[in-house]
């Protein structure tokens, strides 16, 4: 059952080294991290009056693995000291491969964090130099092993798939591997190429093979065909569970406008049909902390049509898509009556379907939730 | 507009004798230099400063300033003072430059006693520049030829001077060297034009005649009238006919055209200016008719007047239909302005209530939607343009059919006939080969060929006017790499075996885009259309099939492929926002779509099913 408890993400923005693919905010100087969490102490602060219950932590970044695990302990305590925070409340955090032993993740666990999600990527050596991985696919098993013989009963593994290089067939191995160690959950992520990012450069220099939409289809349905066959739930595009109290409970909250509180640079956070940002620069994020303000550097109230086109786009990201009643009472719209040609243009190609009044997408129709949102 | 008076020092605008005034216009080949020229002569005459000057003066339409083209005739009186110490007025007509509006062009001209015919030094004489002469030639006009850009290092004028003897037939000493870009040679041109174009003939006393080359509408003042006053004169408080349907309007105010309107006491003959009559609409003036005085008039009307009649038709549906309010109000308004388009109600099963519109050609009708979509904001689709066809019933009833939707049954259907026009083309003769090809794919007939002077052909075909209109134009400027210049004029209806051509969008019959077809064309025709519409059509989550179709039988078909995978990996916090902006921009480009069935239709692909590969 997911509650309507808000979610509180805090926004560790630091790596030792920045991977080709990824666009998120990070700085690559770790001597800040002090600042840091004392940065977001007093930034929860700011919050208490507006955020009260939380019943999911998640820790990402960034590496949150680069922070010790007395850091980790102040961020926790503040927010316990600033919120009530659920005392079954799902604490996740995001760890690299390479950065932790089995006693700091002991220790982690005596802190309260009690999910993990490890940022794998790929049991391919090749491949993991490719994406400018620090670690190798050996220290990815041994920071599994390293995280079950502490007593992590609940961790994710993050997969990327779609890489120059990569075949269905080595795709399957590194996923076979993968369930080998019965995650709880995986989240296996099609490449994209952000324009900051250096691959996407490489890839305009036509030094790369990105797949064609036809390939990126096969990939994708032989992700879900493999983890479905081996007992897995696809419940987002890209989010696999083991069972349904395994589905990421703080990451649903963004697929379904509930409460979230973002803190630490660029954060995002949602509250009653506002979204606000934070600046994304760690230094500019710090002076405004130590001036005493917000660091938002953006907010956004968002009008009717705009929450319902979100939550159109991403209702048919998962599995339980729109739940109709719901949808027509919240923006006043009867989506079935209004859409029906569609709709059932739709069904019958069958991208989407209808169950317990909810419009679905099916497999097929979860491939292409963009153009779905666009009906 | 404002009124404005001019400066004292202006004396020449006051009492001009008619031996002082000089009209003349400017003719070339597209991008020969036309508006630089005008903005040169209009600077160095005075008539505006600096501040108040900008580019292509004479181009009041922001379409004609991107598109570098001219679509409104336009005139600017001009004070020169020559070097023989007298003041003259030199009125400059401008015209519009493209086959649609030939008849236009021909009044402009026929409003002047001279022009000045500009050659580019570096390309040298065009087809254009050929074809602008003959019309120059036909009006018995004085014709100063001026080489431009000679600034330009790829400029050859001893070729161009060669090419104006041989080729054009005209006196190479005649010419003047000119830069329009560098303000080189205007005086010069200023001199020829006092020297060599005749001033004006006609009496002051005879009983007015004046030439009606354009009309414009505004907002306060309602029609504002170009005309030329060839005998007789004009005053406010006169009132005058309209001689084409005698019609009478007390003249309001009468005056020149500045850089804006300045009032006068009278027009003359020899005087290029306007009159404001509390004319309504432009389309109660005729351009090319003639206006003379209701108690005293004009014992025949000047020569050439012709009824423009629109000879493309085509519907214009809002996309969305509640902007069809919106779509009536502004037809209503554009057509204050543009004599030439008309429109009735109509409706579509595919696409709502619309408007049945009819057009002189295709950049007509091009223009047309551009300014309805730009000046008036609205998003709209025009259905495939037709000609109008005329059937003959078993009941022997004649009707005539502009819309496909109105094609009668054709059990009933005695006889089908068709437009045909006479198209008149010169061209250097190595493209003779292509463009008879071409003409003969378009269901030319009964051609004729003559060669002008040595290297150059005069070539004419009969065909029917469809082909003409669909995408002929552009063809053949293609095959004769711009050196070909073409005109044409209807001559009759002809027997023809028709057929009304459907096109199903799966499977839903879309009758904006039906056509009606030779029926040996039919099957290439459909083909051609599915084709196209499989480019236009943006890819959707389902498959689509296009199918031709005459009555129930399918002649030709292709397929859209779905989309198959266009899902975001990754959607958290800072995703949500960006992909939402991204829909949302998505989705706009989307209103500008019509939906029809399931299927998202854009805009362009109503006008792209009539143009065909070889482009």
Redesign the interface.
């Known amino acids: 059952m997911i509650s309507d408890q808000a979610g509180l ?1 805090i926004h560790i923005p630091f790596c030792l080294s920045k991977c080709g693919y990824c666009s998120y905010y990070s700085i690559v100087s770790p001597q800040f991290i002090d600042e840091f969490v004392k940065a977001v102490d007093r930034e929860m602060a700011f919050y208490t009056d507006t955020f009260h219950d939380f019943d999911t932590i998640y820790l990402g970044g960034g590496t949150p693995s680069l922070l010790s695990a007395s850091q980790i302990d102040t961020l926790l305590n503040a927010a316990h000291k600033n919120f009530t925070i659920d005392h079954q409340a799902e604490i996740t955090m995001e760890v690299n491969p390479g950065d932790v032993s089995v006693e700091h993740f002991q220790s982690l666990r005596r802190l309260g964090i009690n999910r993990l999600n490890i940022g794998v990527q790929s049991f391919d050596d090749p491949l993991l130099k490719f994406l400018g991985r620090r670690h190798t696919a050996k220290e990815a098993v041994e920071a599994i092993d390293a995280a079950r013989i502490a007593g992590f009963d609940n961790i994710g593994m993050d997969f990327i798939y779609g890489v120059h290089g990569q075949t269905i067939k080595t795709w399957k191995q590194t996923l076979a591997k993968a369930l080998s160690f019965s995650p709880e959950h995986l989240s296996c ?4 190429l952000d324009k900051k990012t250096s691959l996407f450069r490489q890839y305009k220099k036509d030094k790369l093979h990105l797949p064609s ?2 390939e ?2 096969d990939f ?1 349905l032989a992700t879900s065909q493999t983890l479905t066959d081996a007992g897995y739930i696809h419940y987002e ?2 989010n696999f569970a083991h069972s349904n109290s395994l589905i990421s409970r703080h ?1 649903t909250k ?2 379904r406008h509930t409460p ?1 509180l ?1 803190l630490g640079p ?3 956070s949602f509250l009653d049909s506002r ?1 606000w ?1 934070n600046r994304a620069a760690a230094n500019t994020y710090l002076k405004n902390i130590s001036e005493g303000k917000k660091p938002v550097e953006k907010s ?1 109230k968002l009008s009717r049509e ?1 929450l319902a ?2 939550a159109l ?2 209702g048919m ?1 998962t599995k339980d898509g729109i739940n109709l009643e719901q949808y027509k009472s919240c923006f006043g719209c009867d989506l079935l009556a209004g859409k029906r ?2 709709i ?3 069904m019958r ?1 069958n ?1 989407v379907e209808l169950k317990d009044g909810c419009l679905c997408p099916t497999l ?1 129709g ?9 009906i | 507009m404002q009124n404005q008076s001019p400066p004292n020092h202006w004396r020449a605008f006051f009492n001009t004798l008619m031996e002082n005034i000089r009209n003349f216009s400017i003719i070339a080949h597209i991008d020969h230099g036309k508006s630089t020229l005008a903005d040169r002569l209009i600077q160095f005459t005075g008539v505006c400063n600096e501040r108040n000057f900008q580019d292509q003066m004479l181009d009041n339409m922001d379409i004609e300033r991107e598109r570098g083209i001219t679509i409104k005739s336009n005139a600017i009186s001009l004070p020169y003072r020559a070097k023989d110490g007298k003041e003259y007025i030199l009125n400059l007509i401008d015209t519009p430059g493209h086959v649609d509006f030939s008849y236009e062009v021909s009044r402009s001209l026929a409003s002047c006693e001279g022009v000045l015919l500009l050659i580019d030094a570096a390309q040298g004489v065009q087809a254009q520049t050929l074809a602008n002469l003959y019309l120059a030639m036909e009006h018995n006009l004085e014709i100063i030829p001026i080489i431009n850009k000679i600034d330009l290092p790829s400029a050859d004028v001893d070729r161009v001077l060669e090419e104006i003897d041989s080729e054009l037939g005209l006196d190479p000493d005649t010419h003047i060297k000119c830069s329009a870009k560098e303000g080189i040679g205007i005086e010069e041109i200023l001199e020829a034009i006092v020297e060599r174009i005749p001033p004006p003939t006609g009496d002051t006393s005879n009983p007015l005649a004046a030439l009606i080359f354009d009309a414009k509408y505004d907002a306060y003042r309602g029609t504002i009238i170009h005309c030329r006053v060839f005998e007789g004169s004009v005053k406010a408080g006169d009132i005058i006919r309209f001689m084409y349907n005698n019609s009478t309007y007390k003249v309001e105010e009468v005056g020149h055209f500045l850089l804006q309107r300045a009032k006068r006491e009278k027009l003359s003959a020899g005087d290029v200016g306007y009159i404001i009559a509390g004319v309504k609409t432009v389309s109660d003036v005729r351009t090319g008719d003639t206006i003379t005085l209701q108690d005293r008039p004009c014992g025949q009307p000047l020569p050439g007047f012709k009824e423009v009649k629109p000879v493309v038709f085509a519907s214009i549906y809002p996309i969305a239909s509640d902007d069809y309010q919106d779509l009536a109000d502004s037809l209503e308004k554009y057509k204050l302005n543009d004599a030439s388009f008309i429109y009735e109600k109509d409706s579509s099963a595919a696409l709502g209530q619309g408007f049945r519109c009819g057009f002189l050609g295709l950049l007509h009708l091009d223009i047309v939607q551009e300014r309805l979509e730009r000046e008036f904001d609205l998003s709209i689709i025009l259905s495939v343009p037709s000609v109008c066809y005329r059937f003959t019933l078993r009941d022997k009833k004649v009707i005539y059919v502009d819309n496909p939707t109105h094609y009668p049954d054709p059990s009933e259907i005695d006889k089908g006939e068709e437009p045909y026009i006479r198209a008149s083309m010169m061209l250097p003769e190595r493209y003779l080969g292509t463009v008879m090809k071409l003409c003969m794919e378009k269901r030319g007939v009964n051609s004729n060929l003559n060669y002008t002077s040595p290297g150059r052909a005069e070539l004419s075909y009969e065909m029917p006017l469809a082909e003409v209109i669909f995408d002929f134009y552009d063809r053949f400027k293609s095959v004769t790499q711009g050196y070909g210049s073409f005109d044409y004029d209807i001559i009759d209806y002809r027997e023809s075996t028709l057929v009304l051509m459907d096109i199903l969008v799966n499977g839903e019959k879309v009758d904006a885009l039906s056509q009606i077809v030779h029926r040996e064309r039919a099957r290439a025709r459909a083909l051609n259309a599915c084709d196209r519409l499989k480019d236009e059509i943006p890819r959707q989550m389902y498959k689509i099939a296009i199918q031709g179709a005459i009555g129930g039988e399918i002649i030709a078909r292709s397929t859209i492929s779905a989309f198959r995978k266009d899902v975001t990996a990754k959607c958290y916090g800072g995703d949500i926002t960006r992909k939402r902006k991204l829909l949302e921009k998505q989705k706009a480009g989307k209103k500008r779509m019509k939906m029809i069935g399931s299927v998202s239709i854009p805009q362009s692909a109503f006008l792209a099913v009539l143009k065909s590969d070889n482009d």
């Not at chain 1, 992520?189 to 994209?192: C, D, G, I, K, T």
């Not at chain 1, 979860?366 to 949102?373: F, G, I, N, Q, R």
């Open positions: 993400y992520y099609q490449l994209s939409e036809n990126a289809l994708f595009v890209s990451n963004y697929w979230y973002g660029a954060a995002h979204r940002w956004e705009q086109l979100e786009f991403l990201r040609q569609v059932d243009k739709l190609s991208l097929a979860m491939a292409v939730a963009d153009s779905l949102a666009l």
